[in-house]
């Protein structure tokens, strides 16, 4: 086999050593354009899972890199003049120079050619005349450019600068420090990578580095300003540069990652912030996983596919972690507030991947510390402290989000409802909130859609808040208002999401006559006279609600239903003064929440639920998010649940775990408002982690409820924790402790005796 490698950086360099050891017949070619000194950053940190990997394949390449690896644990956070040290961490770093040079060396032990200063020929060339072509050219691939309509790339530029540059000594932690200017904010990302050297990073948002007039100056000075900039955390010494340059990082997704005989690698395929610092990572485990595909399939198509099969969900996962903390570091501003120690765990679990757990058994110290701020009694977690909205005290950040069941008849709630609401009212979350409630038979999703449009299905949820407060004292209770708008009139879900009724539809409205899905109902605009009687159709269900026991209101501005589809510009296309500017499609939802809010018991809270972004191009944006959630906040909304998107048919969602947090985080911020986080959190971790971050005040879990009704007794038991933010039924309270299971294990012998 002939192998011919595009680009000589360390995931091109390590494939190729890897693909001719493996095989010392295969004839390796690397083509690298720049000189074999030449490289863009200076330190590289590699993970103990990657180095692992490496161990195993390539034993030699292990040591070397381990006579010269940086170790250290700690994370020093420096956030106004406070220092707060996390540690437990583990980091091994060296420089990059260093790290090519171990590479050159062991490619040419084992006979792979290195060709320098020299442009590899084109991409058509070498896949006719080699049997495998790796093309690892880097985040500005011409290999991925040229096959642009194959691979299919998705660049997207983001809003900070960023510059790589080192100093002449080594911290003692990984730092992450933060200067307020007058300019803006500006970071500092350092580690050492030698015993007398480290790397650091400057990076700030766009605006800011204008502001600072770092555009205008000449490298040399804009090194120096930085240099000033955090003059404490370098000691006062300077800052060197290996020609690097402002640039703005840039994500790479491609939809495929091979084309015939030609394969992308590391940022070629894929490239991930340098804040979690996976770039090198990645590479090097792409050539380890390409290295093993071509020796378990029959043939490189096989290789190639099984390549891709297995880093794909890898690197993707690596990537929204990455993305995560780079949205972080873009809003950094949001949080400037938190104190110091919050803060900096914030910082430590902004990527999602180091959590309130698995920081505490990293540095248990510096985890009770935060939590003691924060307000836990000693062996609360986070999740069992109580929150106040207005009247209502909940004895936990615990709620069982709405749920669309599709069981009621004729909209009145019967046993099923009694059933579900009160077995995950016994489960022991701090709120219970129902599925959307409808105001009219009109206004109802499906024919099973539960109502509170008459007195008798008042008297029925009246059965359910009843049984809540009377059995499960301490759980609150809630109910959510809606209409359907024009995403009514449709089958139940189990019979076809969103499909028309095959028989007895019903006429839908809504803000404009645009039907959901194409070939479905197109509803009627609403007119000014029906919009007064829709008005009044929630202000009479609230004024049923209350009656009916309910400790919470919340309505329903999300996901596409009838008050959502007027906040969208992609649904509101009305030319009246209640459409056009973000203002006027307010309108209409700010006067049903003023008629609601009228009639609502004024000791009884109020929230508003609403889609955050349409995850399609035009309609609503995080920006746009924010002003909601401040009009409705201006209004007297007690708090907002943000959810996302099921505004459009054609949305895009960018799913991923607790993937809507952020916008919740952004409006607490900004808006300075109680938010509740919805959107794939499922686990206990996932809510201390965010709570304790201050990035939402609730947490709402809908599938992990469904899928365990008492969700919140068994996080408590999981936890070790007894206390007034959980309590076990009293008919139940023999089930507090995991049962007994079968042995699996088996006594392990006495004595080892060598053969």
């Known amino acids: 086999m002939r192998v011919a490698v595009i680009g000589g950086g360390p995931g091109g360099l390590y494939a190729a050593a890897l693909l001719k050891r493996l095989d010392p017949g295969r004839d390796v070619t690397v083509w690298e354009r720049n000189a074999p ?14 180095l692992g990997g490496i161990e195993h394949a390539d034993p030699v390449v292990h040591e070397a890199l381990r006579q010269d690896f940086v170790r250290w644990d700690d994370i020093d956070v420096v956030h106004r003049g406070v220092r707060h040290r996390s540690g437990g961490h583990g980091f091994a770093a060296l420089g990059r120079h260093r790290l090519l040079a171990i590479l050159h ?12 200063r020299t442009e590899a020929p084109h991409p058509d060339v070498l896949s006719a005349e080699y049997d495998l072509v790796v093309a690892a050219d880097g985040v500005h691939s011409p290999t991925r450019e040229t096959y642009a309509h194959v691979f299919r790339p998705h660049v997207a530029e983001h809003h900070c600068r960023y510059i790589w540059l080192a100093a002449d000594f080594a911290f003692d932690a990984f730092r992450f420090e933060i200067a307020e200017t007058e300019h803006g904010v500006m970071q500092l990302h350092g580690y050492p990578y030698a015993a007398d050297a480290s790397t650091v990073i400057i990076e700030m948002r766009e605006e800011v580095w204008r502001a600072a007039g770092l555009d205008e100056l000449p490298p040399r000075e804009s090194v120096e300003r930085c240099a000033k900039v955090f003059a404490e955390a370098l000691r006062g010494r300077p800052l060197r540069s290996d020609n690097s340059a402002w640039t703005t990082f840039r994500t790479v997704v491609n939809d495929r990652w091979s084309h015939g005989n030609t394969v992308l690698l590391g940022d070629a395929a894929h490239t991930a912030h340098f804040s979690i610092g996976s770039g090198t990572k990645l590479a ?4 380890l996983a390409l290295a093993a595909c071509l020796r378990e399939q029959p043939d490189v198509p096989n290789a190639l596919a099984a390549y891709e099969e297995e880093r794909k969900p890898v690197v993707a996962s690596t990537q929204r972690a990455a993305r995560a903390s780079l949205e972080w570091f873009e809003n950094l501003r949001l949080y400037l507030r938190q104190p110091p120690r919050q803060f900096a765990f914030n910082l430590l679990t902004r990527s999602r991947r180091v959590t309130h757990d698995n920081l505490r058994l990293r540095d248990a110290r510096f985890t009770g510390a935060v939590e003691r701020e924060f307000g836990c009694p000693p062996g609360t977690p986070p999740m069992f402290t109580p929150f106040r909205l207005r009247g209502l005290t909940l004895r936990n950040r615990v709620v069982v989000s709405p749920m669309d069941m599709y069981s009621a008849t004729d909209g009145v709630p019967g046993d099923f409802h009694l059933v579900h609401l009160g077995a995950r009212a016994l489960g022991g979350a701090g709120l219970v909130m129902t599925e959307m409630v409808c105001v009219s038979e009109q206004g109802r999703i499906t024919p099973g859609c539960a109502g509170l449009y008459t007195g008798r299905q008042a008297e029925a949820w009246r059965r359910v808040t009843d049984f809540v407060h009377r059995q499960a004292p301490g759980t609150a209770i809630g109910v959510q208002l809606g209409h359907s708008g024009r995403k009514g009139s449709t089958r139940l ?13 019903w006429p839908l409205v809504a803000a404009s006559p645009l039907p959901y899905r194409p070939g479905g109902q197109t509803p009627r605009e609403l007119s000014r006279a029906q919009l007064t009687d829709i008005r009044e159709q929630f202000a009479a269900a609230a004024w049923r609600a209350a009656r009916a026991g309910f400790d919470l209101l919340e309505l329903h501005c999300a996901h596409g239903y009838l008050l959502s589809g007027f906040l969208s ?14 203002e006027r499609r307010l309108r209409f939802p ?3 929440f003023d008629a609601v809010r009228g009639v609502w018991p004024a000791e009884r809270p109020m929230t508003v639920r609403i889609s955050a972004t349409d995850w399609a191009e035009g309609g609503t944006s995080a920006e746009d998010a924010v002003e909601i959630a401040r009009a409705f906040a201006a209004h007297g909304a007690d708090a907002i649940d943000v959810s ?3 505004v459009v048919a054609e949305e895009r969602p960018e799913f991923g775990r607790s993937y809507q947090t952020p916008f919740a985080d952004r409006i607490r911020h900004e808006v300075r408002v109680p938010v509740i986080a919805v959107g794939a959190i499922s686990s206990w971790d996932d809510v201390n982690s965010l709570i304790l971050a201050g990035r939402t005040d609730l947490c709402a879990l809908a599938r992990p409820h469904l899928y365990d009704p008492h969700w919140t007794l068994h996080a408590a038991a999981e936890q070790g924790y007894e206390g007034p933010g959980v ?29």
Request: proline letters at 10%; a negative charge; aromatic letters at 8%.
């Open 37 to 50: 000194d030449e490289t863009f950053g200076f330190g590289v940190v590699l993970s103990d899972e990657t």
């Open 590 to 592: 700010l006067e049903v």
């Open 284 to 287: 090097v485990e792409d050539a």
């Open 644 to 646: 996302t998107g099921q």
């Open 727 to 755: 309590t076990w039924p009293a008919p139940y309270r023999a089930g507090s402790r995991p049962p007994r299971t079968g042995r699996t294990d088996a006594p392990k012998p006495r004595l080892s005796l060598g053969g």
């Open 493 to 505: 879900m189990w019979e076809g999401m969103d499909e028309p009724l095959p028989t007895g539809n």
């Open 569 to 582: 510009p992609l649904t509101n296309r009305r030319t009246d003064a209640y459409g056009g500017s973000l």
């Open 105 to 116: 060396e062991r490619c040419r032990a084992l006979g792979v050619r290195l060709v320098f």
